[in-house]
């Protein structure tokens, strides 16, 4: 399988999670691994399989809820949707992500400067 | 916030589980039909969509296992799996299983038991509130017994004066004698034991009645009606545990005494402070009546103010000793107690250091002890798992082979340990608890607080603690090396003869050698403990306590308007001489005498009388202990005279004589440098003088182990004792004397109480039972050790021949006799034995250091507990290996050879 695809980190898949379900409001979990897989331009190495078991992570949390309905054509599905704690914790998450990518960035560039010889 | 409601849905998902995986399955069927229909819409055909969407998807069982195991509690399901299994296999191998939870049950058993002791003497406070705020008052432990570590009532009042560090002080009086108490309900009196305690005594204790009330300050006040606390024990055995007790009056000592309150269960006060006695009511002590001038009486026990350490205790004691009297009327005996052999006179230790400091070492030997019992238990286990290991290595490689990782195989031998060891706690729980049970009724222990001993929380937590270190320790070893074997190896070892096995069999061989070494080290140390117990058994007395008896005899001596006592000792000694010649004259009575204290019990001093015409020097302490007898008492009790008894003829208006003990005049030769050393017929200062009319054997009366003290005996005719003991010689058993001599007492006196008769024997056994208890419970240990180790053995060498069977056979088949045979098998036994033995007596030497503060007259090296331990692991050694070498010279080599 493809090596070059990004593993994901520890903990990366629960924010994919909440945000695509922030962003795209009512999904199942094909729907929301297929959503991730596109926006990530199939860059990350996910075995869709693995997103159930955040699902149920996040549910537990009380961060999701999950509903079972129909699908666009009229399939029994499960349906999850993001909650306020949710938001909330997506809001602190997303920070938390952005501010460290901010300082690896610094520091990355840096040891590139810093390190030529 | 999300963390313990994510713990509760946890819990909640591992308990419905079933409904959950459904739901999982049709979400992953769903799954799998959106992402095939998407696919066949991008045109794939629909096998290749479904398939492309399974390839997508990822492991199925995987993503299941993830799933569980983030919404449930995939370990304990792991868990549960393997206790299941462990369960199956267990009760498969019965016999197996049977044997480990035996060995674990007696090793954990031993423990909790040795524990609950150690607790209860040691680690729990005693039972009072705030007990750590108690403090026992008393000076460092001199020559002269209880009499110089008590005080007298007006040292008892400056004491309490001039200290600051005491919310408040007490005491109780120390000389009651057993037995003190005439219970009157009509017929015969009934013997009763009671202690004359200060009125403030259960409110510095803490102790609260069951019943009624405890005592008030009014109580011991002059003139007070009397009145009487019962305890729980006494309440229930003479009252039938009569719920409306209170305010009842008896006929006590001839007094109308009336029952104010019951003590609870927890308050035993013979338990805290004279164990191994009986103590069945408490009566407050009149500080300012008769007693008030008998001397140094009462034992002090304080309460410390809240924030006060016994280091500022000390030198306040010490400030306030100068202020005491021995009695304020006599100026010159005040400052008395300030200091004894250069020591603080009055010193503070906490109530529990006085109450069990003393076994503190013995505990700690016997917890010591007991741990090592268990180890030894452990490492037999090790080996009888190795051997079961050993037996289901292709079970494990088969296992292996199917995908099981290792670490789920040492977990799954591990939890096989964990219900071995559980199930060994059970049964080890419930024998603890027999033993405990069985101990606290042992009342003539002289063990502090034994009837306070049972389980509580801390020796059920103690026992988890064990069962989980013990399945570690057993389990660990065989587990790992379960799973460090090398699958095609044990996949295509036949067993016999490989590779693996020989490993194996190394392995149980340290082990087994392990356990003979810890079972000599626990055997020379009871050999030890047992040799010095010998000893002890065989220190001369100083008079012979078989064939010789005691009874407490109810005497009045009263005379009206006897000014300076003359008439009352006379008619004492009417009496006394009436007792004595009419139980002299029953048949099979060879002696008789009356001592009012008996040797091992209580005891008390009158000061220290000199040798007259000899100036005493300034810097000697210390007082003989006094005993105040008639003539015919140390006949009665085997003590040899050099000189003459005393006679009858010695009464209050002639010479006042005494008799002294061997050191005591040896002390006094020192000084007065007597005729041929002899004091027989010397005098001594003592006010009128005392005449020393004969020189007795000294007598062992603290503890048969401690020096003989110095002791003086008054005549019963020119002194006051304090009760009459009589004492009989006679060859005749004590019941059948019994019946004769109380009739013979209620003849005389019908007031006479139906006391009881009591060996003398017995109060040597009582002296030596803490000895004998600690020598018993570590024989018991060393006992159990070896035979585990001899298990041990058997197991190993057993093994060892069946796998053999084989090449026996073959040896066999070429020649070799039975003898032969037997002897390599006797021969590798010995060889595991010797090395077990060489190993475990250079530990011993080590540990029988540790523990030569508790022997008594033994060398920590003697050498004959040593020889002997060898000689009897080497018999146990050969019999355990004798059977399996009979075993292996019987194989029959055409069977052997066929099979396999």
């Given at each position: 399988m493809g090596e070059s695809k990004l593993d994901l980190l520890q903990g990366t898949l629960d924010l994919m999670v909440l945000q695509t379900l922030a962003a795209m409001g009512s999904q199942h979990g094909y729907g929301i691994a297929r959503r991730i897989e596109q926006a990530s331009g199939d860059d990350v190495l996910l075995n869709q399989g693995t997103i159930y078991a955040s699902l149920v992570r996040l549910q537990q949390r009380g961060w999701i809820a999950a509903e079972w309905g129909a699908s666009e054509n009229n399939r029994k599905a499960k349906f999850y949707s993001i909650t306020r704690a949710g938001r909330k914790q997506l809001a602190k998450d997303a920070a938390y992500w952005q501010r460290l990518t901010d300082v690896m960035g610094r520091v990355l560039s840096m040891s590139e400067k810093g390190g030529a010889q | 916030m999300s963390a313990p409601r994510r713990a509760f849905a946890r819990l909640f998902s591992f308990l419905r589980k079933p409904p959950l995986d459904a739901d999982l399955e049709a979400e992953i069927a769903a799954h799998i039909e959106l992402a095939t229909q998407q696919n066949i819409e991008r045109g794939l055909t629909p096998v290749e969509a479904r398939r492309q969407a399974l390839v997508r998807f990822g492991g199925m069982d995987l993503v299941k296992d993830q799933h569980r195991e983030a919404r449930g509690l995939m370990k304990l399901d792991i868990f549960l799996q393997d206790l299941r299994y462990t369960i199956r296999s267990l009760s498969r191998d019965r016999g197996f299983t049977l044997i480990a939870i035996l060995l674990l049950a007696l090793g954990i058993g031993a423990n909790i038991a040795v524990f609950s002791v150690v607790n209860n003497l040691l680690l729990r406070p005693l039972p009072f509130p705030d007990s750590d705020k108690l403090v026992w008052i008393a000076p460092p432990p001199t020559k002269c017994g209880l009499s110089c570590a008590t005080y007298s009532t007006d040292a008892y009042d400056e004491f309490r004066t001039y200290s600051r560090s005491y919310q408040d002080v007490t005491g109780y009086f120390a000389f009651s004698t057993?037995?003190?108490?005439?219970?009157?309900?009509?017929?015969?009196?009934?013997?009763?034991?009671?202690?004359?305690?200060?009125?403030?005594?259960?409110?510095?204790?803490?102790?609260?009645?069951?019943?009624?009330?405890?005592?008030?300050?009014?109580?011991?006040?002059?003139?007070?009606?009397?009145?009487?606390?019962?305890?729980?024990?006494?309440?229930?055995?003479?009252?039938?545990?009569?719920?409306?007790?209170?305010?009842?009056?008896?006929?006590?000592?001839?007094?109308?005494?009336?029952?104010?309150?019951?003590?609870?269960?927890?308050?035993?006060?013979?338990?805290?402070?004279?164990?191994?006695?009986?103590?069945?009511?408490?009566?407050?002590?009149?500080?300012?009546?008769?007693?008030?001038?008998?001397?140094?009486?009462?034992?002090?026990?304080?309460?410390?103010?809240?924030?006060?350490?016994?280091?500022?205790?000390?030198?306040?004691?010490?400030?306030?000793?100068?202020?005491?009297?021995?009695?304020?009327?006599?100026?010159?005996?005040?400052?008395?107690?300030?200091?004894?052999?250069?020591?603080?006179?009055?010193?503070?230790?906490?109530?529990?250091?006085?109450?069990?400091?003393?076994?503190?070492?013995?505990?700690?030997?016997?917890?010591?002890?007991?741990?090592?019992?268990?180890?030894?238990?452990?490492?037999?286990?090790?080996?009888?798992?190795?051997?079961?290991?050993?037996?289901?290595?292709?079970?494990?490689?088969?296992?292996?082979?199917?995908?099981?990782?290792?670490?789920?195989?040492?977990?799954?031998?591990?939890?096989?340990?964990?219900?071995?060891?559980?199930?060994?706690?059970?049964?080890?729980?419930?024998?603890?608890?027999?033993?405990?049970?069985?101990?606290?009724?042992?009342?003539?222990?002289?063990?502090?607080?034994?009837?306070?001993?049972?389980?509580?929380?801390?020796?059920?937590?103690?026992?988890?603690?064990?069962?989980?270190?013990?399945?570690?320790?057993?389990?660990?070893?065989?587990?790992?090396?379960?799973?460090?074997?090398?699958?095609?190896?044990?996949?295509?070892?036949?067993?016999?003869?490989?590779?693996?096995?020989?490993?194996?069999?190394?392995?149980?061989?340290?082990?087994?050698?392990?356990?003979?070494?810890?079972?000599?080290?626990?055997?020379?140390?009871?050999?030890?403990?047992?040799?010095?117990?010998?000893?002890?058994?065989?220190?001369?007395?100083?008079?012979?306590?078989?064939?010789?008896?005691?009874?407490?005899?109810?005497?009045?001596?009263?005379?009206?308007?006897?000014?300076?006592?003359?008439?009352?000792?006379?008619?004492?000694?009417?009496?006394?001489?009436?007792?004595?010649?009419?139980?002299?004259?029953?048949?099979?009575?060879?002696?008789?005498?009356?001592?009012?204290?008996?040797?091992?019990?209580?005891?008390?001093?009158?000061?220290?009388?000199?040798?007259?015409?000899?100036?005493?020097?300034?810097?000697?302490?210390?007082?003989?202990?006094?005993?105040?007898?008639?003539?015919?008492?140390?006949?009665?009790?085997?003590?040899?005279?050099?000189?003459?008894?005393?006679?009858?003829?010695?009464?209050?208006?002639?010479?006042?004589?005494?008799?002294?003990?061997?050191?005591?005049?040896?002390?006094?030769?020192?000084?007065?440098?007597?005729?041929?050393?002899?004091?027989?017929?010397?005098?001594?200062?003592?006010?009128?003088?005392?005449?020393?009319?004969?020189?007795?054997?000294?007598?062992?009366?603290?503890?048969?182990?401690?020096?003989?003290?110095?002791?003086?005996?008054?005549?019963?005719?020119?002194?006051?004792?304090?009760?009459?003991?009589?004492?009989?010689?006679?060859?005749?058993?004590?019941?059948?004397?019994?019946?004769?001599?109380?009739?013979?007492?209620?003849?005389?006196?019908?007031?006479?109480?139906?006391?009881?008769?009591?060996?003398?024997?017995s109060l040597v056994d009582h002296a030596n039972s803490p000895r004998q208890f600690f020598m018993l419970l570590a024989a018991s240990f060393a006992g159990l050790g070896l035979l585990l180790a001899a298990i041990g053995i058997y197991g190993v060498i057993s093994y060892g021949v069946t796998q053999r069977t084989q090449e026996i056979g073959i040896r066999m088949a070429l020649g070799a006799t039975m003898a032969t045979v037997q002897r390599s098998v006797l021969a590798k036994t010995l060889r595991l034995a010797i090395i077990g033995i060489a190993a475990g007596a250079a530990a011993s030497l080590l540990v029988s250091r540790a523990i030569a503060a508790l022997l008594f007259d033994t060398a920590p090296t003697d050498p004959i507990a040593f020889a002997a331990t060898v000689i009897l692991i080497g018999i146990v050694a050969l019999l355990a290996g004798y059977i399996p070498a009979r075993r292996a010279s019987r194989i029959n080599p055409m069977v052997a050879l066929r099979n396999n």
């Open positions: - | 057993p037995g003190n108490l005439a219970l009157n309900l009509g017929g015969a009196p009934i013997p009763a034991t009671s202690i004359d305690v200060i009125a403030n005594f259960f409110n510095v204790l803490g102790v609260q009645p069951a019943m009624g009330r405890l005592f008030r300050p009014e109580d011991g006040k002059n003139g007070a009606a009397p009145v009487i606390v019962l305890s729980d024990a006494w309440w229930r055995r003479q009252f039938n545990a009569d719920p409306n007790i209170v305010g009842k009056a008896f006929d006590m000592n001839g007094q109308q005494t009336t029952v104010i309150g019951v003590l609870p269960q927890t308050f035993d006060f013979a338990a805290v402070f004279s164990p191994g006695a009986k103590v069945d009511a408490l009566t407050p002590l009149n500080l300012y009546g008769p007693p008030r001038d008998e001397g140094n009486i009462i034992t002090l026990i304080g309460r410390l103010k809240p924030g006060v350490t016994l280091g500022q205790a000390i030198p306040d004691a010490a400030q306030a000793a100068p202020h005491m009297c021995w009695n304020n009327k006599y100026p010159q005996s005040c400052g008395g107690y300030a200091e004894k052999n250069g020591e603080g006179g009055v010193v503070p230790v906490p109530l529990k250091d006085y109450i069990s400091g003393k076994l503190r070492r013995s505990l700690v030997v016997l917890w010591s002890a007991v741990g090592g019992v268990l180890l030894i238990a452990c490492v037999n286990l090790s080996n009888l798992l190795l051997a079961r290991a050993a037996a289901r290595t292709k079970e494990f490689a088969m296992r292996t082979a199917l995908g099981a990782s290792r670490l789920r195989i040492v977990r799954q031998l591990l939890t096989e340990s964990l219900v071995l060891s559980s199930a060994g706690a059970i049964c080890g729980l419930a024998l603890a608890g027999t033993l405990i049970a069985w101990l606290r009724h042992q009342q003539a222990l002289a063990l502090p607080l034994v009837s306070l001993l049972h389980l509580d929380g801390a020796a059920l937590g103690w026992t988890v603690l064990i069962a989980i270190a013990a399945a570690g320790l057993f389990g660990l070893l065989p587990g790992l090396r379960m799973a460090s074997g090398n699958l095609q190896d044990s996949l295509k070892d036949s067993g016999a003869g490989s590779g693996q096995g020989r490993k194996h069999e190394r392995l149980r061989s340290i082990l087994v050698v392990t356990e003979v070494a810890l079972a000599c080290v626990l055997l020379v140390g009871a050999g030890l403990l047992l040799r010095s117990f010998l000893h002890v058994l065989d220190v001369d007395m100083g008079f012979e306590p078989q064939h010789a008896a005691a009874v407490n005899v109810d005497y009045d001596d009263s005379v009206p308007n006897d000014k300076d006592g003359s008439l009352g000792a006379a008619r004492r000694g009417v009496i006394f001489q009436q007792v004595i010649s009419r139980v002299s004259a029953i048949p099979g009575v060879q002696a008789a005498g009356i001592s009012d204290y008996l040797p091992l019990g209580q005891n008390r001093s009158w000061g220290l009388p000199w040798p007259k015409g000899v100036k005493q020097p300034d810097n000697i302490h210390g007082s003989p202990l006094v005993y105040v007898i008639t003539p015919g008492y140390m006949r009665a009790m085997g003590t040899s005279i050099q000189g003459r008894d005393l006679t009858w003829d010695d009464g209050p208006k002639s010479q006042a004589v005494v008799l002294i003990n061997r050191s005591f005049a040896k002390f006094l030769d020192n000084y007065a440098h007597w005729p041929n050393h002899s004091a027989v017929g010397q005098m001594l200062n003592d006010g009128s003088g005392l005449l020393i009319v004969g020189v007795v054997d000294d007598v062992h009366e603290e503890s048969a182990e401690g020096d003989a003290g110095w002791q003086i005996y008054y005549s019963a005719m020119q002194s006051g004792p304090n009760g009459a003991q009589l004492v009989i010689r006679s060859t005749l058993p004590p019941a059948v004397l019994a019946s004769t001599v109380l009739r013979t007492l209620r003849d005389i006196n019908p007031k006479q109480a139906m006391a009881e008769f009591r060996p003398i024997q």
